[in-house]
């Protein structure tokens, strides 16, 4: 069965210092994945997909499909990257998004 | 343009009622997903629609229930109200699939007392 793996639910680093948030996915097909992010008080939104091939915000993701993860980075974090983050898998075969369960990153000054 | 907007903001409603859910997309989106949003078991897939054809649903019990209107707008129904169906409810509108950007609603926040 389809399904994408945030192993942490919290995620806790002082600013200024890597961020590495984990997800994984099982997919038998081509997967296409995405993560979004919630900041406080805000709506859910993309952050970047794996097929655009680029960086928002100092975040950057690369799809390994050997391990199967698609893993959100980013060198500096900063005190506004605090939020819950969602890595998403997208399903061809039923137009169906499938979430994980989130990170909420905190970066402490 | 305007963002996805879900009405109302805020429910309370009692066991056994029903209540429906309002969804307007982004002008032009077909595309309308629904989820249901829950600290514990985070954001599950309720339903899609695209022009009006509900494409694919979520494994949720019979009491939920959606359409699409042919101006994209969407409402999503609750039946026989369980304390269980408190949670937030999102809406999302895509151009015409989630593999496109979902741009997402403010939610509706649903107690059941």
């Known amino acids: 069965a389809q399904r994408v793996t945030q192993p942490e639910k919290l995620l806790s680093v002082f600013k200024g210092a890597p961020v590495e948030l984990k997800c994984n996915y099982s997919?038998?097909?081509?997967?296409?994945l995405f993560w979004y992010v919630q900041y406080s008080r805000q709506r859910l939104q993309l952050l970047l997909r794996?097929?655009?091939?680029?960086s928002i915000k100092g975040f950057t993701a690369d799809l390994n499909k050997g391990e199967t993860s698609f893993h959100l980075k980013k060198p500096f974090a900063q005190e506004e990257d605090s939020a819950m983050y969602y890595c998403a898998l997208y399903k061809d075969s039923n137009y169906q998004l499938i979430w994980g369960a989130g990170t909420k990153l905190i970066i402490k000054p | 343009k305007a963002g996805v907007t879900q009405t109302p903001r805020y429910l309370i409603k009692t066991r056994g009622q029903q209540v429906t859910l309002s969804c307007s997309p982004i002008s032009g989106h077909r595309s309308v997903s629904w989820y249901q949003q829950t600290p514990g078991q985070g954001l599950q897939f309720l339903f899609e629609?695209?022009?009006?054809?509900?494409?694919n649903k979520g494994n949720f019990p019979g009491r939920f229930s959606g359409r699409q209107f042919s101006n994209s707008r969407s409402e999503m129904n609750v039946s026989t109200l369980e304390l269980g169906d408190s949670a937030l409810y999102l809406c999302?509108?895509?151009?015409?699939?989630?593999?496109?950007?979902?741009?997402f609603g403010q939610g509706t926040r649903l107690t059941v007392v």
């Open positions: 629609y695209f022009s009006e054809t509900q494409r």
């Open positions: 794996h097929i655009s091939r680029e």
């Open positions: 999302a509108s895509s151009l015409t699939t989630g593999r496109t950007e979902a741009f």
């Open positions: 997919y038998s097909g081509s997967p296409e």
